[in-house]
């Protein structure tokens, strides 16, 4: 068997070849997909004794695959913690986080631009079935943490940058305050990726990724991700997801693999472009604001530069103009397509507040006009072309 532990050395070595022992499977460069529901056994006592924590050992589908392995053990590797789990997409991830960390009658502190959908998972079901309460906060002071904990607190929920406004928070001050109260942070870290931040060397206990976006990068696959630092924690996630039936498919966890052998230098242009487009966006006589991280305008630039290493394609600006207006601009552009994710080698826009009420704008920070737009692969110059010729009405 290889010597895994050499691969440690870089994000660019455990993306091309941490996890992947050759030996197994005939010395092929690229591992197989191991489409198989099932495996079998020499004798009933090898059955019995199955251990689903050896991850060299393998029963059935819904508890392990080998090609899911080999993805669980490079983004374990690349968020330094002791493991991640692979689910069948973000929301079975986030999911899974909550229903393992909280119990009936838990209470969570989450960030207004958390992902709708959590939101609506939490405010819904959780409230419903488990009487778990949730005080949201925005997020930019350590004291609305503070000041928003109970005896009950089980979990916070952050997400930095949050992928509307782009505001961030301070993980290893958030996690600090968290472990006092005996409370765990999770952190969506599908933004920046873990080559550009690594929230468990900061103090947080889950981090979750939506891998349909960078990790995947190429549009075609739904998936999500837990990585954990604490042991105890890892296999609670892996007996739950056995029992929940979350795994992902080994076909989507094989494109994943493939994903992150290229991520490194896919993010590096997509920040390039970004970059660029966002300098562009804000010397624009027609664009009232600029969201993104790696402006030295944005308020939060030098906590950016204390935790992370990097930003990635993702921004959102304001037009000086009605909705209407700013609907106008996301039809009137051609590379960019109208979509609501992000994170592939397309470059998209969409209005995510254009129906949301006033009120309901404020708490998250964006006004109805809003537009968000991420930067693809399809060249820096043509995209901000783009931009002057839908902007130039």
Request: charged share 25%; aromatic share 8%; with cysteine.
């Amino acid at each position: 068997m290889s010597d895994q532990n050499q691969y440690l050395k870089s994000s660019k070595l455990i993306a091309a070849h941490y996890g992947e022992e050759y030996e197994h499977y005939y010395n092929a460069i690229v591992p197989p997909v191991f489409m198989n529901s099932l495996n079998v056994f020499e004798t009933l006592d090898d059955y019995y004794d199955f251990d689903r924590r050896d991850k060299h050992k393998y029963c059935y589908g819904r508890v392990q695959n080998p090609t899911v392995r080999i993805l669980e053990d490079k983004i374990g590797a690349l968020e330094h913690g002791v493991g991640a789990l692979a689910y069948a997409s973000g929301m079975a991830a986030a999911t899974a986080a909550v229903l393992t960390v909280c119990k009936t009658g838990s209470h969570v502190i989450c960030i207004h631009n958390a992902y709708g959908p959590l939101k609506s998972f939490l405010n819904g079901y959780a409230k419903e079935h488990m009487n778990i309460t949730v005080t949201y906060v925005e997020g930019d002071r350590l004291e609305e943490f503070e000041e928003s904990m109970t005896e009950r607190t089980d979990l916070i929920i952050l997400e930095s940058p949050s992928s509307l406004v782009f505001s961030l928070q301070d993980i290893r001050g958030v996690s600090e305050l968290a472990k006092k109260a005996g409370a765990k942070v999770y952190i969506d870290n599908t933004y920046c990726t873990p080559i550009y931040q690594q929230p468990l060397d900061l103090g947080a206990d889950i981090v979750m990724h939506t891998t349909s976006k960078y990790i995947g990068g190429h549009s075609d696959l739904i998936g999500g991700m837990l990585a954990v630092k604490d042991k105890e924690l890892f296999h609670k996630l892996l007996e739950n997801r056995e029992l929940f039936g979350g795994i992902v498919g080994p076909m989507e966890a094989w494109l994943m693999i493939r994903g992150l052998r290229t991520m490194e230098v896919r993010i590096a242009q997509h920040q390039k472009t970004a970059m660029a487009v966002a300098e562009f966006l804000d010397k624009h006589p027609r664009v009232r604001k600029v969201n993104y991280p790696g402006l030295p305008s944005h308020p939060q630039y030098e906590l950016m530069k204390r935790q992370q290493q990097g930003n990635t394609g993702l921004l959102s600006f304001e037009i000086d103009g009605s909705t209407e207006d700013a609907a106008k601009v996301a039809e009137r552009l051609n590379i960019f397509k109208i979509g609501v994710s992000w994170g592939g080698f397309e470059s998209l826009v969409f209005l995510p507040h254009a129906r949301t009420g006033e009120e309901e704008c404020k708490k998250l920070r964006g006004s109805q006009n809003i537009i968000r737009i991420h930067c693809g692969l399809e060249g820096t110059e043509d995209l901000i072309a783009d931009l002057e010729a839908a902007l130039a009405y």
